[in-house]
Structure formats: C-alpha cells, structure tokens
C-alpha cells in the first residue's frame, strides 16, 4: 500500500515537472515574440504591416521606409553577429592559453554542442518560414494582409 502511495507521489511529481517545464517554454515563447520581429527583414516587414494595417495611399511610402530600415536592421544584426565571433575567438585564445589539455577538450564539446544548437535552431527557423510563408512578405499581396483587430 505504501509502494502505491509513494510511485503516486512520484509520477505527480514528474507530471508536474513536465507541465512546469512547457508552460515556462511557452511563456518565454510569447515574450520574446515581439522581439524576433526585428531580426530578420521579412520578419520585420511582416510585423510592422500587421501592426500598421497602412492604407492604400500610405502603402508606397511605408515600403520606401521599411525597405530602407529592415536592411539597416538585418545590417546590424549580421554585424553583431560577426563581432560576436570574432570576440568569442579572442576569448577563447587568450583562455586556452591557460587550460590543460583536458580542459580545452572539454571546451571544444562545448563549443560543438552550441554549434549544433544554432544549427538546429536555424534549420527550425528556416523550416517554419518555409512551411508558414506570410502574405506581408510579398508586396504585391501586401493588399490581402488578414485584420488583426
């Protein structure tokens, strides 16, 4: 009987832990939403068109702005990027100098788990773009944008 109460306890806790674990997934999700609007030009194009709903008077003007700032944007974004690695490359230079053998190992499988996660990450991206195209990327359908009000 106690066996019973004790597996019962246990398999709530899992259960628990598993529905703790999507729902702060989910959560995280939904909040960083708006911010991967601007990461990409299709992204941000599409996003400022739901948010905007423009007219069509307001169309031509609103393309020349968005084609100028969404390139700004993926711009910076690809400059970031390539900062990044190049102060990672540094960083790890400067570090490995001062590692044993062992501890360099133990980096580098680090660094191909990260790899094989921005891998996976952007195959994912690609993936759902793909699968999910939006009508706001395509100008010439930029009329047919669904309301979002």
Known sequence: MKTR????????????????????????NHKLKPVRVFFSEEKFREGMYQAIQ???GQKVKIDEILDKYSMMNSEATADF??????????????????????QIIRLKALDEQRAKMVKSHRNDRE??????????????????????K
């Open 5 to 28: 109460a004790v597996i019962l306890v246990i398999v709530t806790l899992i259960i628990g832990f598993f529905l703790g674990m999507l729902t702060s997934a989910q959560i995280r």
């Open 54 to 56: 423009p007219d069509e």
């Open 127 to 148: 993936r759902s773009y793909h699968n999910h195209p939006s009508p706001a990327l395509h100008r010439s359908d930029s009329a047919v944008l669904p309301d979002t």
């Open 81 to 102: 990027r390539n900062e990044f690695e190049t102060r990672m490359e540094k960083f790890r230079n400067e570090l490995d100098s001062n590692l044993t053998p062992e």
